[in-house]
């Protein structure tokens, strides 16, 4: 039978504005100093200890009940400010009945997961999957809990189950009005197996999720309790400080540890490198500052290698003469499009550029290890904990089994503490010093021995009819990046255009550079999205069309893209509530944009809208007033609240990047070294950010993370074009001369 | 060996007097929670106050603070009317800055008890990724309504 999930519209649809607090939180707030205190109870300081469900009967992997009827959770996915953890025990809590105020959370035992086959599915945190993943295991782990505690129940009166309701943790047997609370039942009902596992609620039954709850994760974060990777500390640790080679791939010549050894408090120098880690230098002391101050007057010799000359200028060049080739890969061939554009009146042509960006998290790249001959032990933030343990073994020979992961908090992530180079550097490290050692990269470091997001380049032509609208289209893409990110995301959210256009020619290049990439928020649509959009936009205006009215005929008019429907509705909440085509003063434009982070390798989608209203001095000095964003949630929203955030990081992200931010390379090496030359969005610079979530389709949507992130500069660019008449194709902003007349 | 007064307790610490604050507080006396991000006073992640000022102790010298009042997010209570505020604004997302932050604004609040919007943006210089700069602009103001009525 089709689902069609009945809730009430005007419920469910969350319109709230960041500024002013509006809906979202004035319904959850504490009403007092005691609720606030049990909220600052529920997660321990130090995530990985499994102290808090020490006491308690375990159900299932997923949770434990205390004899006192506290819940604790065990939560498999790194908490880096998406509020996983309230998330993650808000999917469980809705189908065991307990008692919110009962639950604690911390983090799934890595080490368990390894040893007993993957018990807890999936641990990586990456591609919007806290939620979109384990949604409905979480949901069949708390039913199925919920109802083994029943049956304990039902055991213990010698009644039938369906006499029996529960609320908050309390089963009442109704005839008799007797009552059990879960951890007087948790015992037994460890030991009672189902006969069959129970159906999971279904959206309109839900009374917890899709509605906002307040972050467990905060309070922690308030009186600066909450254990971040960077500040474990260990009985009899050490510190390093370590410089890499700062031409990636080089080598270290020579280095001359004498000069520094006698220096206070310096242990060692050690020289590390190996499979996937880089060359390079580290001095161990009893500090930081002694390990770091040492470190900066050590003398050390370099061979950059074969890339010493390699430089983001010429990796352009190389890019932009590919752009000439037929491209080596065609994702999609329809009809005759070079045909088409070769013999069109009207042709609109453009190439568009982006640079390499950092992550730049607050919380430097770090890791505390301590390895033994049979045993190793790391405390990390990091995003994929068992990938982490499967190079710990590799690199040291200690099986799996005996490898103990400590996942902490994250500085963030964006994606770039998935890459764990920074465990296996820790781990290098450690095993030449045979002490636990906390290595911690400079900010500096941390900068130019990124993951970057990938460099791209690509040239899109489309070809008008007598109408305006496109009758054929040509993209070619020139990837430019490391091995690490592949195909997949060269051509992501280009591979199906949801506009109609009856010829159509996608083909594409990779060309491979010693620069380490990886993923950055929103993975390959924070570059492919920013050309298409504004290559719509640029069409729209080539056809003297409105560019809003354009994306609507594009969409209506085309009966192959079965989601066009869901893509207007999202498309006119934007242009709603930015009040689209209303009067603005001189100098200030809105442009929008659209998409849905469809990937070739899966069948969800987010459909995300923004307008951006914009205003650009006659000096050209950008101003980003106001974004609106209108996104799809499908029938899921665990958490308004932490979602809603996630939107705004997302706006500030993309806008940073857009205005300002690029990493180079010369002669090899990156340019940039902290927040001087790679900024950060500051506070005068946020724009107000509207949310608007819209429930536009059925079905599960691909996550929400990163699914707004690659709108934000088209949409932005797309006004500066409305103000300015300047048409924004490579970003940043920061180098190009928006004034106007 | 350095004499420190830190939350309000006497530390005896065995650093050089030009080791950066910042890194004694956290390797030395094991205060945790005032961060490290850039190393060069930028980001304000390892705010902290000194005779009640707000200082970036990444660029503050261990020697420059003996015999001054130094006060860390750890010594600020927990109950400060800018932590309650940021409680209920639930502010942080990953919230690394945010003990910097918190204290950037405590300072700024004991010295304007009421800041306009622009007070903020000139006076808390301090960075967020995460893009808080909102919220925290939100609960600035309730922190001030919060600290009025004690």
């Known amino acids: 039978m089709h689902f069609i999930p009945k809730i009430n519209r005007r419920e469910f649809m969350v319109t709230s504005f960041s500024i002013g607090g509006g809906f979202a939180l004035g319904l959850v707030f504490p009403q007092n100093q005691a609720e606030a205190a049990a909220i600052a109870a529920q997660i321990g300081r130090n995530p990985w200890e499994a102290s808090l469900g020490k006491e308690g009967i375990e159900i299932n992997p997923w949770l434990v009940v205390g004899t006192d009827d506290t819940v604790t959770i065990r939560v498999a996915q790194s908490e880096m400010g998406q509020g996983t953890f309230t998330s993650w025990s808000k999917m469980i809590v809705e189908e065991l009945e307990c008692d919110w105020s009962k639950v604690r959370a911390e983090y799934a035992s890595v080490n ?14 990456n591609s919007s999957s806290s939620v979109r993943v384990s949604r409905q295991y979480l949901q069949q782990a708390g039913a199925s809990a919920r109802e083994r505690l029943m049956a304990a129940a ?22 008799t009005g007797r009552s059990l609370r879960y951890g007087q039942v948790a015992q037994k009902a460890a030991s009672i197996r189902l006969p069959k596992e129970p159906q999971i609620k279904t959206p309109e039954q839900f009374t917890f999720m899709n509605k906002p709850t307040r972050m467990l994760e905060t309070p922690l974060r308030v009186d600066g309790s909450a254990t971040y990777g960077i500040d474990v500390r260990i009985p009899g640790m050490l510190y390093a400080a370590v410089k890499q080679s700062p031409v990636f791939l080089g080598t270290v010549k020579k280095f001359d540890a004498n000069a520094v050894k006698k220096r206070p408090g310096v242990h060692s120098v050690v020289r590390f490198g190996g499979p996937k880690v880089e060359e390079g230098v580290a001095v161990i002391a009893d500090s930081y500052w002694h390990a770091k101050s040492a470190l900066d007057l050590l003398p050390i010799e370099w061979d950059g290698g074969t890339h010493s000359n390699d430089s983001s200028k010429g990796f352009f060049e190389m890019a932009r003469k590919a752009l000439d080739e037929p491209g080596a890969r065609v994702v999609t061939k329809k009809g005759d499009a070079e045909g ?9 042509e453009a190439v568009y550029e982006l640079p390499y960006v950092d992550h730049a998290m607050m919380e430097p790249m770090n890791c505390t290890a301590h390895v033994t001959a049979d045993r190793a032990e790391v405390w990390v933030g990091t995003q994929n904990p ?12 200690i099986p799996e089994e005996n490898v103990y992961l400590h996942n902490c908090f994250l500085g963030s992530g964006f994606g770039r503490r998935g890459a764990n180079d ?16 906390k290595v911690i990269w400079s900010r500096e470091e941390t900068m130019q021995h990124g993951a970057y997001r990938p460099m791209r380049v690509s040239r899109f032509r489309g070809a008008l009819g007598p109408d305006g609208m496109p009758t054929a289209f040509h993209t070619r893409v020139i990837g430019i990046e490391s091995p690490y990110p592949g195909d997949e995301q060269t051509i992501r959210g280009l591979h199906k255009l949801p506009y109609r256009v009856t010829h159509e020619l996608f083909d594409y290049h990779s060309r491979e550079t010693h620069v380490p990439n990886g993923p950055w928020t929103s993975v390959g649509r924070s570059q492919n999205e920013f050309f298409l959009e504004t290559f719509i936009d640029e069409l729209a205006h080539a056809a003297g069309k409105d560019p809003y009215e354009y994306r609507r005929l594009l969409l209506e008019n085309n009966p192959d893209f079965p989601q066009a429907k869901a893509w207007l509705k999202v498309l006119s909440t934007a242009a709603e509530k930015s009040k689209w085509g209303g009067k603005l003063p001189a100098g200030t434009a809105r442009g929008i944009a659209i998409g849905d982070s469809r990937r070739i390798t899966r069948d969800e989608i987010t459909i995300c809208a923004i307008v ?5 001095s006659k000096q050209g000095k950008v101003r980003a007033e106001r974004f609106d964003v209108a996104m799809d949630t499908g ?35 990156v340019v940039q070294s902290n927040f001087h030359d790679f900024p950060l969005l500051t506070r005068v610079e946020v724009p107000q950010v509207a949310v608007h979530f819209v429930r536009a389709t059925d079905k599960p949507i691909a996550g929400i993370g990163e699914e707004a992130l690659g709108w934000v500069a088209p949409a932005l660019c797309n006004a500066i074009f409305a103000v300015t008449g300047k048409r924004v194709r490579s970003l940043p902003l920061k180098n190009h001369d928006l004034s106007w007349a | 060996m350095l004499s420190l007064k830190v939350n309000g307790r006497v530390f005896a610490v065995d650093v050089e007097a030009e080791t950066p604050l910042l890194w004694v507080i956290r390797d030395t006396i094991g205060l945790t929670g005032t961060k490290y991000g850039c190393g060069v006073g930028m980001c304000g992640a390892c705010t902290v106050h000194v005779n009640g000022k707000a200082v970036r102790s990444c660029q503050t010298r261990a020697g420059q603070v003996v015999g001054q009042e130094v006060t860390t997010i750890e010594g600020l209570g927990g109950t400060h009317p800018v932590q309650e505020a940021w409680r209920d604004g639930d502010v942080p997302e990953c919230g690394y800055c945010q003990p910097g932050q918190i204290m950037a604004v405590a300072a700024l609040l004991a010295k304007k008890p009421n800041p306009t919007d622009a007070d903020i943006t000139s006076e808390i210089t301090n960075l967020c990724r995460c893009g808080t700069y909102s919220r925290m602009r939100d609960a600035i103001h309730r922190a001030a309504q919060l600290a009025s009525r004690r």
Not at chain 1, 112 to 125: F, I, L
Not at chain 1, 428 to 437: D, E, F, L, S
Not at chain 1, 612 to 616: D, E, H, I, L
Request: aromatic share 2%.
């Open chain 1, 422 to 437: 920074d465990v296996r550097l820790a781990v290098v490290i450690a095993k030449q010093v045979g002490r636990p050692v």
């Open chain 1, 112 to 125: 368990r997961h390894v040893r007993e086959n993957k018990v807890y599915q999936r641990m990586a945190t």
């Open chain 1, 386 to 397: 068992e990938e982490a343990v499967s190079q710990i073994s590799k690199l040291t020979g």
């Open chain 1, 154 to 175: 039902a055991e213990q009166w010698a009644v039938p189950r369906s006499e029996l309701t529960v609320n908050a943790g309390v089963i009442t047997h109704t005839p």
């Open chain 1, 635 to 669: 029938p899921f929203l665990v958490n308004p609240l932490a979602a809603e955030r996630q939107i705004e990081m997302q706006v500030v992200m993309g806008l940073a990047a857009a205005l300002k931010q690029e990493i180079t390379i010369e002669k090899g090496r």
């Open chain 1, 340 to 348: 088409v554009i070769n013999s069109s009146a009207k042709v609109v």
């Open chain 1, 612 to 616: 951006a209203t914009v205003s650009v």
